[in-house]
Nanobody, 126 residues
Framework: QVQLQESGPGLVKPSQTLSLTCTVSGGSITTSLTYWNWIRQSPGKGLEWMGAINYGGNSYYNSALKSRTSIARDTSRNQFTLELSSVTPEDTAVYFC??????????????????WGQGTQVTVSS
């Protein structure tokens, strides 16, 4: 059973960089045809796909966030990471990491992503 767990600071100041790590167990982030995604949900809004890194290490980004987002991985630790720079209070959200076996560029249905982390609340405030 694949399990994902997000970790990182729960509070970030405006203009700083938000950094999160997703630790994967029960499966490898290099397994063929897997995509490792970051998704967020702001208060009162739907799920927003932020980006992904695939089994080969290629990264993909939501065009609306691309200039501020970086996704990387550490295969030795079976982890992948998210950095979101120049944060504002609008970046306050629950951040999830999730696995998929195709690249969707959005969240049409939660079931498109077969494994999810529990989510971590990140608040942007001074």
């Amino acid at each position: 059973q694949v399990q994902l767990q997000e970790s990182g600071p729960g509070l970030v100041k405006p203009s700083q960089t938000l950094s999160l790590t997703c630790t994967v167990s029960g499966g490898s982030i290099t397994t063929s045809l897997t995509y490792w995604n970051w998704i967020r949900q702001s208060p009162g809004k739907g799920l927003e796909w932020m980006g992904a890194i695939n089994y080969g290490g290629n990264s993909y980004y939501n065009s609306a966030l691309k200039s501020r987002t970086s996704i990387a991985r550490d295969t030795s630790r079976n982890q992948f990471t998210l950095e979101l720079s120049s944060v504002t209070p609008e970046d306050t959200a629950v951040y999830f990491c999730a696995r998929s076996t195709a690249l969707y560029f959005r969240v049409n249905a939660r079931d498109d992503y077969d494994y999810w982390g529990q989510g971590t609340q990140v608040t942007v405030s001074s």
